[in-house]
Every structure is written in structure tokens, then in C-alpha cells.
């Protein structure tokens, strides 16, 4: 933050600013008889961070190539701060991006890859040496400046890669998987990295990658992307709480998910008893119709297992098929008696927890609310 | 270590021995056995002015044609390596079609095209873009056209295989900076391919100083190091004067690539100090 009060008035008023606002209307694009990215529309608001996740070829790094611009849309309009830039050409949009291999010059150092855009962009000589400075002080590599890429360690040149992104100030910043190469617990620094980066800017992100827990712990909002299509949009919590199809739920962690057979009406104004493909019966909560076709949803930390279950809503007794210690929880495999349906359970370990074993005989049991309805 | 990583050089060292090493030996040595005493040879070599022309010439001509297959050369190996697929293969195919005919061929084909009456002044004289033909074969101009025709594949294929290894992002990041697109190729792709062009360069160079079918038919009055060094050794029989020539040729080769080389260290010296202004 101390860089921040450092820096120039006019820089300082810009950042204020913020990002630019981005909306997407009906943007597509199809190679030959393949629509990689079906019309699609979403608006992000200014500062927003917005995550797109999917599996490989769910379209989500053709959408940021079209964001970018060196991917032409087949059609479609792409709003930023009342602008279409669609015909602009790619050098002309003043959008920034990190590329998933950083894409750093690697015939040029630290400092003269930063300082590129504003060479380009005509700045003073001095001008570009301070806010070079300042730029490689955020991303603290000012011991860096020069080196070449080469010599530097994967997180290193992420940062040299975030700091000449947004030295320009683009009006937004797209990041291609920008963690892929990295090892777990560089990711999980860099990740606080960049979401320190992106709230200290201002910047509004789109932020593209395959790891959930990325998105998540980064994002305000995210787009999960399937078959060319977002097929959800919302909050993190959302997404895990309320998925909307069977893809989300198993996309954003972990689900058992069983086919409804029948919906045997209503109990009382707020509940309902539904019967799963396996003879199951479960009261949820009504709201959404639970018929034939559709699918019942429960999170493993959302299930109780052991006595406590007793007094539920929807109690049962079944045998433990699998049993894990692992840091932080303990996961099990657990059979309903008489039913066959395998459920997967999460129980966060206290002192006094007990740990069931492999075949042993549980209770078992979920309340009302803890069970959704996915429409497919 | 340091004795085990030697024999890394063993394979290099076994071929160039027998092959490089001892015949340039036996010529050195043959080069200083002249009947008018220890190294008159050489003096020769460097006063005469008939000779001095000849390698003045022969240094020229390997010049003209190396700078004139770059300008040519880089072009096409940048169209090249944006083809895709069988496109791709069949440019590299036209590329190495000539190659199926032999150089003398090549070289007398070049002769007919290029000769007082040949179909290229015809054409000239022709659309009246010329009053009178152009002299081609006496002046070293059809030698150039000839050789530089010839030496374009050499170029294009370590150009191509360079501009190939750029990575696409790289292009593509600067065009995301703000640089149009030849702003990205004199900061991105120009410079990455700096190494194959010097040895695209190298191998057109020297090759160009050995030429000796070509010269001797398309070079007119202009004599080249090659011509001078047969006439000695197979017409005049002066086997000490033809082994000066060649060692001289040997030694200026040498020179000239130890200048360049000191040229692109000190350039790279001088491009770290100066990204250190930003420190």
C-alpha cells in the first residue's frame, strides 16, 4: 500500500477509476461446422474478478482469445466502457494479459520487458524508469530489474508477467491460466499474490483456468463453461450451494448425486417426500420439483454421520465401505442398509471424534435443506 | 569431471583430424617448401596486385551474395513457417526442387537466361524498360544473380527452423502491449532470429568463397580465389603459391568471424549495462 500513496497524482486518479466495465452480448465463434463458443452474454462490472472455469475444450480460452483479440468472433459485440472492440485491432484494445507460459521477451531483462508497453506507447524515458520501478516494487522483484527471464524462477517471472500486464493501465486484465506451470504451494502463494495485486489495482480481471479451488478462492464471480456454453453463473458459494446441473455440482467439488424416481408429494407446505432410482426416501424441501429425470444432490460435509444422525429429518443406518484420515477431515464411503446407494461423507475431525471403521454399522442421516434438486 | 567432459570432443575431434586437421597440415607445410625460399609465398600473395584483386574480389562477391540471399531468404522462410500442415511441406519441397539438377547445370542455364540475347534481356528490351541489353556476364552481376540463386535454400532453412521455435505467444503478447504488427517483428521475431541468420549467414558465406564452377562460367573477366588456386595447382604447377592462397583464404575467413563474433559479445555486454538504468 506504501507504493500506492508513492505514486503520482494522475496515476493514482486513473487507478481510482478502477477497470473498465465489460459486457458480452452474444458473442460466438465457429470453425467450420464446430461452434467452439455458442452465443454467449455476460456483464461484468468494473473491478469485478471474474473467473471462467471449465474442463479442456469447454471454450473458455477461445472467449479470451476473442476478449483479447487475437481470436476473430464469428459474431458478436464486446462492450468495454461503452466501446465496442471487436474491430479494433488487438494493439489498439489496451487490454492486458498473462499468458499460462508467462510469454516474457526472452531476449530482453526484467526491466525492459516491463517497461515494452509504455516504450511503445511513447512515454518519456525517465517516466518509464519510475513507473518501471514502481511496478517491479509491487510485484517485489526492484532486485531483479536486470535479469533476464531466464534467470529467474517460475514465480518470479509470473510477477515480472503481472507487473508489465498492468503497467499501461489497461482497462482490463485477462489471465490465460496463469498458475498452470507452477507447483502446489507456489500456486497457492501466487493466488494471494494476484488477489492482493488485482484489489490494490482496482483491475477488473477475467481469469481463465480448470482448478476450482483457483477460481474460487480468487473470484467474486465465476462462469463454469461447458460445450462452448456457460452453463452457470454466480458467487463461489452459489455454484456450491445451489448448482443448478449435475456438471456444476460435480465440476465445484465434491457431490453424490442420485436419479429421482418418483416425487410422493407434499408432507407439509415446505417439505416433500421424493424416492431416489434405488428406493430411497428422503424428505427435502420443496421449491423446486423433484420428478422423474431430475437428480438429488448432497455435499459430503453436508451429511452426518454417527449417533448425532439419529434425530434428523432423513436418518438411516448403512456400512462403511471406505474410511480415510486425511489432514483436516476424515472422508468415508458409506452404504445405505437395504437401499445400495454409495454415499461419499466428510466429517471434520474433533478431539473427541470418533473414526469409523472399514464395515462397520453407522447412523446416518441429513436434515431437510441439506439436500438439492438439480433440474439435469 | 573436467577430463570426462573432454571426451565429448572425441567424436568432433576424430572426424576433423583426418579429414580437416592433416590435409590443411600438408598444405601449410607445402605452402612454405616454394624454391625461392621460406615463406616468399606469402609476400607474394599480399603484394602482388593481381592476386590481391582476386581475393578482393572473391571476399566481395561471397559479401554481395550473402546480404542479397538474407534480403531474399527471410521472406520466404517467414512465409514459410506460417504455412500449416501440407502447405508446409510442399513450400519446403520448392524450396530444395533445384537442388535436383547440378550446380554446372544451373549455372549454364543461368548463362543462356542472362546472356546478350537471352530471354531476360529479350524480355527487357521487350516491355522498353531498357534501351540497350545489359551486360550481365562480364561485370560479376550474373555471377551474383547465379550464386545467389543457388544459395537461398541455405539461408531459408536455418532462418525457417528459427522463426519455427519462436514461441506464438510471444508475437501475440507484444500485439497485447500495444505493438502493430512489425513493431512485434522488430521486437519479437527479428531479434530471436538474430542466431539463425548469423548461421545462415556463415554457412552462405564460406560456401560463397569456395564457388568455383560458377565463376568460371558466369564470371567474365572476374576472377575468384578458386579459379586462381586450379590455375596455379593444376595448370602452372605451382603447388607452394596455390597452398599460400588457400591458407591465406583459411586465415582471412577466420578473422572476419572472430570480428563479428567480438562485435555480437561486446552488443550484448552493452544491452545488459544499459537495461541496468532501471536498477
Not at chain 1, 195 to 200: A, D, G
Not at chain 2, 83 to 98: D, M, N, Y
Not at chain 2, 243 to 262: C, E, G, H, K, P
Amino acid at each position: 500500500m506504501l507504493q500506492m500513496v508513492s505514486r503520482s497524482a494522475t496515476t493514482a486518479e486513473s487507478r481510482a477509476a478502477g477497470g473498465a466495465a465489460v459486457s458480452i452480448h452474444n458473442l460466438c465463434k465457429r470453425y467450420n461446422n464446430f461452434e467452439a463458443v455458442v452465443p454467449t452474454s455476460v456483464e461484468i462490472a468494473s473491478g469485478d474478478f471474474f473467473a471462467i472455469i471449465g474442463p479442456s475444450g469447454s471454450g473458455k480460452s477461445t472467449l479470451l482469445g476473442m476478449i483479447a483479440g487475437y481470436i476473430d468472433p464469428t459474431a458478436g459485440r464486446i462492450v468495454v466502457d461503452g466501446r465496442d472492440i471487436v474491430p479494433e485491432p488487438i494493439y489498439r484494445r489496451n487490454i492486458g494479459m498473462v499468458f499460462q507460459n508467462y510469454a516474457l521477451f526472452p531476449h530482453l531483462s526484467v526491466a525492459q520487458n516491463v517497461a515494452y508497453p509504455l516504450k511503445i506507447r511513447g512515454v518519456a524515458k525517465h517516466e518509464i524508469a519510475r513507473r518501471v520501478r514502481e511496478s517491479l516494487a509491487m510485484v517485489r522483484l526492484e532486485a531483479f530489474a536486470s535479469r533476464m527471464p531466464s534467470e529467474l524462477s517460475g514465480g518470479q517471472q509470473q510477477r515480472v508477467a503481472l507487473a508489465r500486464a498492468s503497467i499501461y493501465q489497461p482497462s482490463i486484465l485477462l489471465m490465460d491460466e496463469p498458475l498452470g506451470a507452477l507447483d502446489k504451494n507456489l500456486r497457492d502463494e501466487m493466488q494471494e499474490e494476484i488477489k492482493r495485486f488485482q484489489q490494490e489495482l482496482g483491475a477488473t480481471v477475467i481469469y481463465v483456468t480448470h482448478d476450482q479451488q483457483e477460481a474460487a478462492f480468487l473470484a467474486d464471480r465465476i462462469a463454469i463453461m461447458r460445450d462452448g456454453a456457460m452453463t452457470q453463473i454466480g458467487s463461489p458459494r452459489s455454484l456450491y450451494e445451489q448448482p443448478k446441473s449435475r456438471f456444476v455440482a460435480e465440476f465445484l467439488g465434491e457431490a453424490s448425486i442420485f436419479p429421482v424416481k418418483t416425487a410422493s408429494g407434499k408432507l407439509t407446505d415446505q417439505t416433500c417426500r421424493i424416492t431416489l432410482e434405488d428406493g430411497t426416501e428422503t424428505v427435502i424441501r420443496t421449491g423446486e420439483d423433484g420428478g422423474p429425470g431430475r437428480f438429488a444432490c448432497i455435499r459430503p460435509e453436508r451429511i452426518t454421520i454417527g449417533p448425532k444422525a439419529r434425530g434428523l429429518a432423513n436418518a438411516y443406518t448403512g456400512v462403511v465401505r471406505e474410511s480415510l484420515y486425511t489432514p483436516g477431515s476424515i472422508r468415508y464411503r458409506v452404504e445405505l442398509k437395504d437401499a445400495g446407494c454409495l454415499l461419499k461423507v466428510r466429517a471434520l475431525p474433533q478431539h473427541n471424534t470418533e473414526v469409523f471403521e472399514t464395515g462397520s454399522s453407522v447412523d446416518i442421516g441429513w436434515s431437510v435443506d441439506d439436500m438439492t434438486i438439480l433440474a439435469e | 569431471m573436467k577430463h570426462r567432459s573432454f571426451l565429448l570432443y572425441l567424436p568432433v575431434a576424430l572426424l576433423l583430424t583426418p579429414f580437416f586437421l592433416a590435409p590443411m597440415a600438408v598444405i601449410g607445410t607445402e605452402s612454405f617448401s616454394g624454391q625461392h625460399g621460406v615463406g616468399a609465398e606469402y609476400v607474394k600473395v599480399v603484394t602482388d596486385q593481381g592476386i590481391r584483386t582476386v581475393l578482393y574480389n572473391t571476399f566481395y562477391v561471397a559479401a554481395m551474395v550473402t546480404i542479397l540471399s538474407l534480403l531474399i531468404g527471410y521472406p520466404i522462410a517467414y512465409v514459410l513457417a506460417r504455412l500449416k500442415g501440407r502447405w508446409a511441406t510442399i513450400g519446403i519441397f520448392l524450396i530444395f526442387l533445384p537442388f535436383w539438377a547440378s550446380t554446372v547445370i544451373r549455372s549454364f542455364a543461368w548463362m543462356i537466361l542472362l546472356g546478350r540475347k537471352g530471354p531476360v534481356n529479350s524480355i527487357l528490351l521487350g516491355i522498353g524498360l531498357i534501351e540497350d541489353p545489359i551486360r550481365f556476364i562480364d561485370n560479376g552481376l550474373g555471377l551474383m544473380i547465379a550464386m545467389t540463386y543457388i544459395m537461398v535454400p541455405f539461408i531459408v532453412v536455418p532462418i525457417l527452423n528459427g522463426l519455427r521455435a519462436i514461441d506464438p505467444n510471444l508475437p501475440r503478447a507484444a500485439a497485447v502491449l500495444g505493438a502493430n504488427p512489425w513493431r512485434q517483428f522488430l521486437a519479437v521475431t527479428l531479434p530471436l532470429s538474430m542466431p539463425n541468420i548469423a548461421v545462415g549467414c556463415t554457412i552462405v558465406f564460406v560456401t560463397s568463397l569456395g564457388f568455383f564452377v560458377t565463376p568460371s562460367l558466369l564470371g567474365g573477366d572476374l576472377t575468384v580465389v578458386s579459379m586462381l588456386i586450379s590455375e596455379q595447382a593444376n595448370r602452372l604447377l605451382d603447388w607452394p603459391l596455390a597452398s599460400a592462397l588457400a591458407i591465406i583464404v583459411l586465415l582471412l575467413t577466420i578473422v572476419i568471424f572472430a570480428l563479428l563474433r567480438l562485435s555480437q559479445l561486446a552488443s550484448r555486454r552493452r544491452d545488459k549495462a544499459r537495461s541496468g538504468v532501471f536498477a
